[in-house]
């Protein structure tokens, strides 16, 4: 079974940082893309970040280019999410979700995600 685990959430103020890491586990396919959604109270989950492990392709939503970067850790099947110059609009909580990326269309989608794993909260104060 494919297991995702985030963690690295917590409080920062505004201009600081912070890096999520999601462990990725149980997967039977040599490639698979990994991305990060957000979730903030009373909005609906937006995508962030994407990355295809085997190729390295990846993309951002808009609001967060220039300020987050996606990366992997090769030889131990961790992506990390880099935070830089946060924004009280970025506080929410965070996810991790796996897609075959053969197959997938928008990056950023939710949809487009078959398997998730538990989100950790980023709270960035003023």
């Known amino acids: 079974e494919v297991q995702l685990q985030a963690s690295g959430g917590g409080l920062v103020q505004a201009g600081g940082s912070v890096r999520l890491s999601c462990v990725a586990s149980s997967f039977d396919r040599d490639a698979y893309g990994i991305g990060w959604f957000r979730q903030a109270p009373g909005k609906e989950r937006e995508g962030v970040s994407f990355l295809e492990v085997s190729t390295g392709t990846t993309d951002y939503a808009d609001s967060v280019k220039g300020r987050f970067t996606i990366s992997r850790d090769n030889d131990r099947d961790i992506v990390y999410l880099q935070m830089n110059s946060l924004k009280p609009e970025d506080t929410a909580v965070y996810y991790c979700?796996?897609?075959?990326?053969?197959?997938?269309?928008?990056?950023?989608?939710?949809?487009?995600?078959?398997?998730w794993g538990q989100g950790t909260l980023v709270t960035v104060s003023s």
């Open positions: 979700a796996a897609a075959n990326p053969w197959t997938i269309v928008e990056k950023l989608e939710a949809y487009e995600y078959e398997y």
